[in-house]
């Protein structure tokens, strides 16, 4: 797809890209539809509308959809206060393709954001768990209508995550897994050595985004080193918090709800405009 008719016609590019049947905000205020990536992936996400000026995005991490039960609970979370979409990455859920590892997941967060100008958002926020963080950190070095993420167990490099197979931490994800009878878990895998932009990399291209790291110290998929080298690296407002005892991306929802939401919300009142 021509990237230069998307600048001239954003709103009949959108348009085109919508398929589906659909609801309106006065149906529970929840929309659900299909957008249209510039490389022809169709994306699966879910609207909460409540007629707020900002609306929250959530990336969803590696083998993980829009249903998983604790990213259903960061929804929940979050629509108290404000507007939320949240989407299924390529080859993951209701969307189609092959996941990438990140080296074209950025054109899918790129089609939900045009989708959220399209509707009129003011200021838009990210909560993103995993290679959904990096993927985030990717698109927003590149875009300037972010004002604020929340970054979840975000590794610095793709190629150095950690998988820690032999801690106890590996085994509790398996069992919440086993649990949930695999609900909103899965991936369709592509090409894992397609060229990749680090996070670390491009976190400092990002100037005008509040950032803020959260990140378990017993994560056996990404340790927090990762978390901390990309603070470090950023620019502008950000924090950091590493929480004691805490496991992988949304497995800090499951044991740390409360701390969480804390965490998250405050950070959008402090940071979204």
Known sequence: MNRHLFKIFPALLLWMTLTGDPATAANAGI?????RTSDNINISYTHFAKESDSAIIICPG????????????????LSTTYDVIIF???????SSGSFTWTAKEHLDLEAVLNYAKYRGYKHI???AFSLGAATAIITASSRDDIESMVLISCPSKVSMINFHFWEPGMLSDL????????????????????????????IGR???TSTLFIHGDNDWVVKDCHSKVLYKA???????????????????????????KKLIIDWFFKTLA
């Not at 929309?31 to 957008?35: F, I, K, N, Q």
């Not at 590696?62 to 979370?77: E, G």
């Not at 086993?178 to 060229?195: H, V």
């Open 31 to 35: 929309e659900s539809g299909t957008l």
């Open 125 to 127: 926020g990210i909560v």
């Open 206 to 208: 990002i100037k005008n």
């Open 175 to 202: 069992r919440e897994n086993i649990e949930c009878g695999w609900e909103g878990k899965g991936a369709r895998i592509g090409n894992i050595f397609l060229p990749k932009v680090d996070p670390v990399e491009a």
């Open 62 to 77: 590696f083998y993980n959809s829009k249903n998983n039960r604790w990213l259903r609970k960061t929804v929940d979370i």
């Open 234 to 260: 950023a620019h502008g407002k950000k924090d950091l918090t590493v929480i004691k005892g805490g496991l992988h991306a949304e497995r800090l929802i499951q044991y740390h709800p409360e701390e969480m």
């Open 88 to 94: 299924d990455f390529r080859g993951h859920g209701n």
